[in-house]
């Protein structure tokens, strides 16, 4: 069965550092999203991408969060400059269409710690 | 401001029988609903899901009711399997599905 997949499992950054966390998403898949979760939190919706732009985002995707679809299969999240409170599990989802009933596959989850 | 919610952090049930998981949402937009299993060291994966036009949807051993005068939902899962041990999330969901708001979930133990 596809699956979403991710890249690294565990990512361990210095604060203000650079981070890209990388996701391929479903081959036949057109909407990509990103959530985190903040370990004891909710999982958290961060941004949905649709045709190469992004088509919506939440209040925590600030300045400091991109996300870019490079080439045909890879779609990244970057965080310009990780602060502490960015540790995280970071999960990429993907779907076929972004109906009201489309479900969302997700991956793994990438376990950002800023230190 | 919790929009959804799932009051109980864990709950416990024998093998065989029903379990019943619930949720409440405050937020009226919201339109689709959704449950996501999560395994240790995996993503949510889909369960099942009901449009806000419904009161239920069955899916096997799965079965979704939703309460809109309530805000409220339950899953069931019947008869619950060892397999199923497993965190439970509600999901909701307004005019951008893949914006999904999710609650705290809901650790589901199965015991043989």
């Known amino acids: 069965e596809p699956e979403v997949t991710q890249t690294p499992s565990h990512q361990v950054t210095q604060m203000g550092q650079e981070v890209i966390l990388r996701c391929v998403p479903i081959?036949?898949?057109?909407?990509f999203y990103w959530y985190r979760q903040i370990l004891g939190q909710k999982v958290e919706f961060l941004v949905s991408?649709?045709?190469?732009?992004?088509?919506?985002k939440s209040e925590i995707f600030d300045d400091q969060f991109s996300v870019e679809r490079p080439d045909g299969s890879n779609f990244t999240l970057k965080i310009r400059s990780t602060k502490l409170e960015d540790s995280a599990m970071y999960f990429c989802?993907?779907?076929?269409?972004?109906?009201?009933?489309?479900?969302?596959?997700f991956g793994s989850g990438t376990q950002l710690s800023v230190l | 401001d919790q929009q959804v919610k799932q009051n109980s952090p864990s709950l416990s049930v024998q093998e065989g029988r029903i379990s019943i998981l619930n949720c409440d949402y405050t937020?009226?937009?919201?339109?689709?609903f959704l449950w996501y299993k999560k395994y240790p060291a995996e993503g949510p994966t889909f369960l099942i899901s009901?449009?806000?036009?419904?009161d239920k949807n069955e899916d096997g051993r799965f079965t979704v009711f939703l309460n809109k005068s309530a805000k409220h939902l339950s899953l069931h899962i019947v008869p619950s399997q060892p397999g199923d041990s497993a965190v439970y999330f509600c999901?909701?969901?307004?005019?951008?599905?893949?914006?999904?708001?999710f609650g705290d979930g809901t650790t589901l133990t199965v015991k043989p």
């Open positions: 991408f649709y045709n190469n732009e992004i088509s919506e």
């Open positions: 989802a993907s779907s076929t269409r972004g109906g009201l009933s489309e479900k969302l596959f």
């Open positions: 081959s036949n898949h057109l909407y």
């Open positions: 937020n009226s937009m919201f339109d689709y």
């Open positions: 999901a909701a969901s307004g005019a951008n599905a893949g914006k999904s708001t």
């Open positions: 009901i449009s806000s036009i419904k």
